[in-house]
């Protein structure tokens, strides 16, 4: 029997965000250096994904902003509320709050999944104002996979609900997104840190998140641990091989909590914050080297 708390759509997965800063030596002609594209890419996990948003939160506090989101799976809801404009803060807020009834919408007698994906569209869509991608303050881009072809997919226009969706549809759980005649689904199937999808759209520097770990559950009880644990076992390679080809690598201390365990938000959130936290010298470290200063972080007042 699945819990409906299990499946809570979005392990909110967030990631680490990227550095950049126009050279101080280029060799362009007349001096004509540009700024470095910054790119924040976020990976997929599940629960795990939580911990995005302490990442964020902790470069928030460091002044550091993205130039560009990439998310994959949980990695993508984040990304997008990021991208929308919305604070750790906020983002935090909504993840602690949020009811399985209000992104579950079982459907009964499907073959091909158990969970719609249309509240959770809609409830996106809401939080966004009705804005589509790419009106978003922050370019966005979220990594999908064709179910038909195995393609990587990625969705850059239209509906930020949708793209969502079609991102983080668990094959076998929820069924596949339509998407300009496609069917997709969770895209932490052909690319669960999408390093190179922020390179294809023009990053210089890319800070990757990783919360990807080794499967921890040797006995997965139901069927969404199964299908959890076998991502997992998946895609551990693929992520390690992609978050290779990123500048900085951010990688929470989360493997110790099931993907699963959507009861432990709070400490992925704080496992997020404190890993950002440890990076954000690092990052600082290479704006410099870019000759991009980060700003001095706010004071608070009183």
Sequence with gaps: MIRRRDLLVGGLSLSAIAVAGARAKTGSPAGAARLPKIALVLGSGAARGFAHIGVIKALEEARIKPDLIVGSSAGALVGAFAAAGFTAAQMEEIALRTRDVEVLDFQEGSKRGLVLGDSLQRLIDA????????????????????????????????????????????????????????????????????????????????????????????????IFEQVMQSFEIMSRALAKAESEQADIVIRPEVARIPSTNFAARATFIELGHVAGRRFVPVIQERLAQWGRNAPAPRRKSG
Excluded: C, K, Y
């Design 127 to 222: 939080a966004m104002r009705g804005r589509p991608i790419e009106q978003l303050p922050t370019p966005f881009v979220a990594v999908a996979t064709q179910l038909r072809t195995g393609d990587l997919v990625t969705l850059r226009r239209g509906s930020v609900g949708l793209a969502v969706r079609a991102s983080s549809s668990i094959p076998g759980v929820f069924i596949p997104a339509r998407v300009n005649d496609m069917d997709l689904v969770d895209g932490g199937l052909v690319s669960p840190v999408p390093v190179r999808v922020a390179r294809e759209a023009g990053a210089d520097v890319v800070i990757a998140v990783d919360v990807s770990s080794a499967p921890l559950d040797a006995n997965p009880a139901g």
